[in-house]
């Protein structure tokens, strides 16, 4: 079982404030800083000094840190052209030596496009788009060196592309495919994913959706241990239970609403209910959303009580 980090920093943080985080992660012994991508906050928070790029962030993260994995959950496909993503997300890779790992999900936050001038399809044609971002993005990484990269489809068409840069990692950095969708999106997973995630939802649920990336996958005969498990849920943690209700009350959560749909409690707590996911789902990744920033202690303490006994 692996922790890792998942910021929201459309909810408010800088880049020094990320880096703070990332840097005590890496040095925690986490084994990723993840982030969101969103243009807007949600909610009632101010979301200053106002939102920050994911690729951006992590072309600096990529020489700000050292050793930890840097990926997003999930890159809007709405945001971005498929060629000029790939070349960033290639190009990072590059720059931080092969730490990058890369979600791309099919957008969903309608008030955000409307925010900065971003069209927002309907969701047939948000999907449609999301499924050719990734047979493109896929296939320019994977092209051999010398050779050229052609595609058709109904929404980008690409000619003699030269496909590069490459990434460093090779044939390509990991793809994170998750949500809820009942067909097209495990089937998606089953064709592109190495990690397939499921945020904030019920173990029964996850039970549920597992199982149909499984059947996704042997319908077209790939193996589905060759995808990796993984669910995100909110970390609010404790060594006391004074010290869970203070990181709940700053969040604006309850601690009873936490342990019920989060990881929350003390230390002894949520080792139990991790090991309720990992017998039940199978789960292999759990990403922490931190959502108070400035609570470095919390990444560590959870570091040090939590992750050993896992």
């Known amino acids: 079982m692996e922790l890792r980090i998942f910021t929201e920093p459309q909810q408010g943080a800088g880049y020094d404030d990320l880096l703070r985080v990332a840097r ?84 969903w936050y309608a008030e955000e496009h409307t925010a900065y001038g971003i069209p927002f399809p309907t969701l047939a044609e948000r ?12 296939g320019l990484w994977e092209t051999p060196v010398g050779e050229t990269f052609s595609f058709g489809g109904k929404h980008y068409t690409l000619t003699g592309s030269p496909a590069l840069p490459k990434p460093k990692q090779s044939p390509r950095p990991p793809v994170l495919i998750g949500g809820m969708g009942a067909k097209r999106t495990p089937a998606l997973a089953a064709r592109y994913a190495n990690e397939f995630n499921l945020p904030f939802a019920s173990i029964a649920d996850a039970e549920t959706q ?26 609010c943690v404790g060594r006391t239970d004074a010290d869970v209700a203070r990181r709940a009350e700053t969040i604006g959560r309850e601690v009873a609403e936490l342990k019920q749909n989060g990881l929350a409690g003390t230390p002894g707590e949520v080792v139990e209910r991790i090991a309720q996911w990992r017998e039940r789902t199978g789960v292999q990744r759990v990403y922490l959303q931190i959502l108070d920033l400035a609570d470095l202690d919390h990444i560590t303490e959870i570091a040090e009580e939590v992750m050993p006994r896992l």
């Open 24 to 107: 005590t992660a890496e040095d925690a012994g986490y084994g990723a800083f993840f982030r969101s991508d969103h243009y807007l906050k949600m909610g009632s928070v101010s979301g200053l000094p106002g939102p920050t790029d994911p690729w951006i962030t992590f072309a600096g993260l990529a020489r700000d840190t050292s050793t930890i994995r840097l990926g997003t959950l999930m890159t809007a496909a709405t945001f971005r052209y498929p060629g000029p993503l790939a070349i960033s997300v290639a190009q990072v890779d590059q720059m931080s030596d092969g730490r990058v790992e890369f979600g791309i999900g099919a957008g």
């Open 127 to 138: 999907f449609e788009r999301y499924e050719e971002q990734l047979a493109i993005i896929t």
């Open 210 to 235: 597992f199982a149909r990336v499984d059947a996704a996958c042997e319908e077209i005969g790939r193996d589905p241990k060759e995808i990796i498990r993984s669910a995100a849920l909110v970390a």
